[in-house]
């Protein structure tokens, strides 16, 4: 799954940016609130609007304190997925069953120098894992290689049926990162300036798209 992310969207256009990638997966909405990352983007009102005029499933991705009192509303205005930071708060599990409570997927995500193994135990209670291959805050970043060990301790769990969810990456994608991300079991591709940064959009997720396609087709 390709997800583009709207954070290098021109914020003034979004229906007409979430047009330009008609074809994809999931959108990706990073929520920002200066506080857990030192950048500041949109909230619950902007996400209910981009609600309205996509079909495509979004895919919040919280970078907020205090996920216990924000996550579920963006549950209930009809994300597909919500994800918060396991960095934000004592109680994950709380969180993602208010989330699931709520309607939508829930969403566990670990900084690039977050260990993945204290979360392991509770993975069983999320839809998805997103692996940070930036420190959140800002698009245009380098992708970090070491986190991809993250994920494959992951893949490797859900290839034993030991868990069932969604591996996604963010940060750093582009046409010289994704197959490495894409041989390291990824699911799910969170691409910001690699998308937007394109004059057609769409056909830039496609191209993506088809590089995961031929990796996993050298791995079968
Ligand atoms: C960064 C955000 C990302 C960002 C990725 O904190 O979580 O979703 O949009 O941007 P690129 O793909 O440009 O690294
Ligand atoms: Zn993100």
Redesign the pocket.
């Known amino acids: 799954m390709i997800a583009p992310?709207i954070?290098?969207a021109d914020f003034a256009n979004l229906a007409a940016e979430l047009k330009a990638i008609e074809g994809s997966d999931w959108v990706?909405v990073?929520v920002m609130d200066n506080h857990f990352?030192p950048n500041l983007t949109l909230g619950l009102p902007v996400v209910q609007s981009i609600l309205k005029v996509t079909d495509i499933p979004v895919d919040c991705?919280l970078?907020i304190e205090n996920p216990e009192r924000w996550a579920p509303g963006y549950a209930e205005a009809g994300a597909y997925n919500v994800t918060f930071h396991a960095e934000t708060t004592d109680d994950p599990i709380a969180v993602a069953r208010d989330i699931r409570a709520a309607g939508a997927k829930a969403g566990l995500s670990v900084k690039p120098n977050t260990p993945i193994e204290p979360y392991l135990e509770i993975l069983k209670e999320f839809d998805t894992l997103l692996v940070?291959s930036?420190e959140?805050?800002?698009?245009?970043?380098s992708f970090i290689g070491h986190v991809l060990e993250k994920a494959r301790t992951v893949r490797n769990l859900v290839d034993a049926g030991e868990l069932r969810l969604v591996v996604e990456i963010?940060?750093?994608?582009n046409m010289d990162t994704i197959e490495q991300a894409a041989e390291a079991g990824v699911d799910c591709f969170?691409?910001?300036?690699?998308v937007y940064g394109t004059s057609d959009p769409a056909a830039t997720v496609e191209t993506l798209r088809q590089k995961v396609i031929a990796v996993e087709a050298t791995a079968e």
Request: without cysteine; charged residues 10%.
């Open positions: 992310s954070l290098s990706h990073d990352v991705h970078m940070m930036v959140p805050g800002f698009g245009g970043q963010d940060g750093g994608i969170v691409a910001g300036s690699a």
